[in-house]
């Protein structure tokens, strides 16, 4: 009986095991984002748990609105990676996303390929609103210099005596909004060390240059040269630095790794020394703007490769974490000169997102509230050396300063093909800037074409063909429904909104034979253009050639037109003095009034010190504006004089 009794009760469990099993929910995928929304400088995250037994791969498919969205890889699949009982995915999402709602389909395969399952997590790209807090369009002269500059006898605008305050005055001749001054510099010939690591003579001249700029209406911005040494030797700081492969010119020696004068983005001590400074700047009540240049790796860095790596889940071979890192820098350079067009891709937005990650990190440490602004570099939309405007913006600058530098005139021209593909105006606050050095302005299409004409000629293609008209606003107004309220009419003209000028020591020092007023008028001519084009100031200029009046005075017409909605009275034209000319006593002229939309030409003399030379002839508009910007300035160039009048 009892033997019954145990094949009974067997039989039972038995069955109710059996239920159990048949009736239990199978294994199901679950995957979720890591945070809900992703700034642009941002790799998503996305993990899988719970794949079905005999998973072995697992991927990814961004998609937007039920399309398929492409990384910065170009590859419409995201790998993810076996990380202890989950599965990881890492996407490095395509320069200038569109902002809004994204999902990510994750499928689960087994060793056929077939499909075992598949779950679907929600996530959101963001982006920061261009910011409010400065005044666009606008116009920047910078000063790059370890020279002292307090007892410098700088040349000053319109014959001004010489002197330090020279260096405010020609900004404000030439209606600029601020100086930009280069305030934290290290450099090794000044001998620095880790408990002074920057140049005191300019941090001496913060207040001095800033009460200066007050007095005369403008703002004034203080950068730090952060991650970058000047000079040709390393400076005696234990600073971890950026690592480059080189291949040196003598055969003798063999290729390798070579620490360069960068400092490593990773280098906490050079970090802590810029967030000190940033602090201090900060602090400083003269100080209206602060910036910050050598954002980015410099060349090559190259001892980022393992964070790299990790950061985007990549697995070059088992065991390449725990390679030296020589070995591991030599397998990214490998990928990179063999023109793995992925790699390129990810090497250069995974150094931007760098970039832009440690800008917000000084941001934060220092406490920065002041607007800020950043330098990024030219070359395919700074792209090429590991920055990107969007992201800098996203990590917390005001405006976005783009070096339009280290460039003949065919490359040049290169850059401003490839910008407006790129870049959509009003989505950033982007002040383009040409750099006053005779090294870089040559123009093989007219060698004989004078550096000052050469400077005006790319400040004017910059402001207007650097941007693009805007695309669909519909992802920005869905991203900041208030930003109508807070900035206006959107943006479509296609035009930056801003040019910086640099900088006053090239254009006083390395002028190439002409003269700092020559590259002045250049610049301010073309920043006038700009700020008649949108609004900003109401009179346009116009210098025509002149006609002659005997051997060395001539008139200089100059067509004036009232852009605005409001009558002008009592406006002053005046020409303005430049290499080989002059004003003369009766240079200047007044129109009594001008109404919206007429246009005058008036005739203000200008004094030639040499008649056959060639000239810069300059001339400039004023209507007792407010302002020290409301100024407009037109120049052309001329020679010979004696050519016949149009």
Excluded at 160 to 189: H, L, Q
Excluded at 337 to 361: F, G, Y
Excluded at 529 to 558: H, S
Aim: net charge negative; proline share 7%.
């Amino acid at each position: 009986m009892a033997v019954k009794l145990s094949l009974t009760l067997a039989l039972v469990v038995g069955l109710l095991l059996l239920a159990l099993v048949v009736t239990a929910d199978p294994v199901k995928l679950s995957v979720a984002a890591s945070q809900p929304e992703y700034w642009r400088y941002e790799v998503v995250v996305v993990t899988a748990k719970g794949a079905p037994p005999g998973t072995e791969r697992v991927f990814g498919v961004p998609m937007r609105n039920g399309e398929t969205v492409t990384g910065v890889s170009e590859k419409l699949e995201v790998e993810f990676r076996r990380e202890g009982d989950a599965w990881v995915g890492r996407w490095a999402m395509p320069w200038d996303p569109d902002l809004g709602d994204y999902e990510m389909v994750v499928k689960a395969l087994d060793s056929s390929g077939d499909e075992l399952d598949s779950a679907t997590t929600d996530f959101r790209i963001r982006g920061r609103s261009p910011s409010s807090r400065v005044r666009l369009p606008h116009f920047a002269v910078t000063l790059e210099t370890d020279a002292d500059y307090y007892t410098a006898r700088l040349s000053g605008p319109r014959m001004r005596v010489p002197g330090w305050k020279n260096v405010v005055a020609w900004p404000e001749y030439a209606g600029a909004d601020s100086i930009w001054f280069c305030a934290g510099m290290t450099k090794a010939m000044y001998r620095p060390t880790a408990e002074n690591p920057w140049l005191q003579r300019n941090l001496d001249m913060v207040p001095v240059l800033a009460r200066e700029c007050h007095r005369a209406g403008l703002a004034f911005g203080a950068w730090i040269a952060s991650f970058f040494p000047y000079g040709e030797t390393r400076p005696n700081i234990p600073y971890e630095n950026s690592r480059n492969y080189i291949v040196p010119e003598d055969p003798a020696k063999e290729p390798g790794f070579w620490w360069t004068l960068n400092a490593s983005l990773n280098c906490e001590l050079r970090k802590l020394h810029i967030v000190e400074l940033a602090k201090r700047l900060q602090a400083e009540p003269q100080v209206d703007y602060i910036g910050l240049d050598y954002i980015r790796t410099g060349p090559g860095g190259y001892e980022l490769v393992t964070d790299m790596v990790t950061e985007l889940g990549l697995e070059p071979y088992d065991g390449f974490r725990n390679e030296p890192i020589e070995v591991q820098m030599a397998w990214l350079v490998g990928r990179l000169r063999s023109r793995d067009r992925a790699m390129v891709n990810l090497w250069q937005w995974w150094r931007a997102s760098k970039a832009a990650r440690t800008l917000a990190e000084i941001k934060t440490r220092a406490g920065i509230t002041k607007p800020v602004w950043c330098f990024t570099l030219g070359w395919m939309m700074g792209h090429q050396h590991g920055q990107d405007t969007q992201m800098m913006t996203d990590a917390g600058a005001d405006f976005v300063a783009a070096m339009l530098y280290d460039a003949t005139r065919n490359e040049w021209d290169g850059m401003m093909d490839d910008w407006p593909r790129f870049y959509r105006d009003g989505r950033i606050n982007l002040v383009a800037g040409v750099i006053a050095d005779t090294r870089q302005l040559e123009n093989p299409y007219n060698p004989a074409a004078p550096y000052p004409l050469e400077v005006g000629n790319r400040a004017a293609q910059a402001i207007v063909g650097l941007a693009a008209s805007a695309g669909p606003w519909d992802d920005l107004l869905a991203e900041d429904p208030a930003y109508l309220d807070r900035y206006g009419p959107l943006r479509t003209d296609g035009l930056v909104e801003g040019l910086f000028l640099h900088d006053l020591e090239r254009m006083a020092y390395r002028t190439g034979g002409w003269t700092i007023d020559d590259y002045i008028v250049a610049g301010a001519s073309a920043m006038s253009e700009l700020r008649a084009r949108t609004g900003d100031i109401p009179l346009e200029i116009k210098v025509k050639r002149p006609q002659g009046v005997g051997a060395f005075l001539f008139d200089v017409p100059v067509e004036v037109t009232n852009v605005g909605s409001e009558v002008l009275r009592n406006i002053r034209v005046r020409t303005e003095p430049t290499r080989n000319a002059g004003i003369a006593r009766d240079g200047a002229v007044f129109i009594k009034t001008l109404a919206p939309g007429e246009t005058v030409t008036v005739t203000p003399r200008l004094y030639a010190y040499e008649y056959t030379a060639e000239h810069v002839i300059a001339a400039s508009a004023w209507w007792g504006g407010p302002r020290p910007a409301d100024v407009a300035f037109d120049c052309r160039y001329q020679l010979p004089w004696a050519e016949p009048e149009e």
